[in-house]
């Protein structure tokens, strides 16, 4: 069975502050997983030069080729993330429906290694727009960030049944998305 990364073993909670002891072990693993994702799609690549493929390339150019470079965008986070997170078995990445100019939304449905599929979702949009709350029905929004450097603040979850949850919110509400995020 996976376990949480050594980064958070060592820290002893997520990202959001959630303490790694307040959630089941496949819990641990789907949390670990999102905030190493989190980790890898903040990261700029080029950034760290022993890793110069770790992060995402600038995303200016495929936001100002959309939705032409959409396939060149899901191409570079499935093997970004497969290269990065050993506790991913398989991906695919899903574009959205796009709601406003600039704005880039789409979906990972990963399959973790000994736990099943959970989907992830995230939205960029350039700085100077706000984020509204998403609908009930909606993927998950993440924060603003400026064109020539878009970066992924927070990733919020989604299930089969549209329920939304923010990473290390409240452990009650955590406990409701785990209870039906395994399929």
């Keep these: 069975m996976p376990r949480p990364s050594l980064y958070d073993?060592?820290?002893g909670n997520f990202a959001g502050g959630l303490d790694l002891n307040t959630v089941s072990e496949?819990?641990?693993?789907?949390?670990?997983?999102?905030?190493?994702?989190?980790?890898?799609?903040?990261?700029?690549a080029g950034t760290?030069?022993?890793?110069?493929d770790y992060g995402l390339p600038d995303m200016?150019?495929?936001?100002?080729?959309?939705?032409?470079?959409?396939?060149?965008?899901?191409?570079?986070?499935?093997?970004?993330?497969?290269?990065?997170?050993?506790?991913?078995q398989r991906i695919a990445v899903v574009m959205?429906?796009?709601?406003?100019?600039?704005?880039?939304?789409?979906?990972?449905?990963?399959?973790?290694?000994?736990?099943?599929?959970?989907?992830?979702g995230t939205e960029f949009m350039p700085r100077g727009?706000?984020?509204?709350?998403p609908p009930q029905n909606?993927?998950?929004?993440?924060?603003?960030?400026?064109?020539?450097?878009?970066?992924?603040k927070d990733i919020m979850m989604t299930t089969h049944h549209d329920r939304h949850y923010k990473a290390g919110g409240d452990p009650r509400t955590l406990a409701d998305f785990m209870a039906c995020v395994r399929k």
């Design 9 to 11: 073993i060592l820290y």
């Design 26 to 44: 496949t819990d641990q693993v789907i949390l670990s997983v999102l905030d190493n994702m989190q980790r890898i799609l903040n990261c700029r």
């Design 48 to 52: 760290l030069a022993h890793l110069p």
């Design 60 to 88: 200016t150019a495929v936001l100002q080729g959309m939705p032409a470079s959409a396939h060149q965008l899901m191409s570079t986070l499935s093997a970004v993330l497969l290269k990065y997170e050993p506790r991913l």
């Design 96 to 120: 959205l429906d796009q709601h406003a100019p600039g704005e880039l939304r789409y979906a990972i449905d990963a399959e973790l290694k000994d736990i099943g599929l959970v989907r992830y």
């Design 129 to 133: 727009q706000g984020v509204d709350p």
């Design 138 to 152: 909606a993927s998950s929004t993440l924060t603003p960030a400026p064109p020539s450097n878009l970066s992924l």
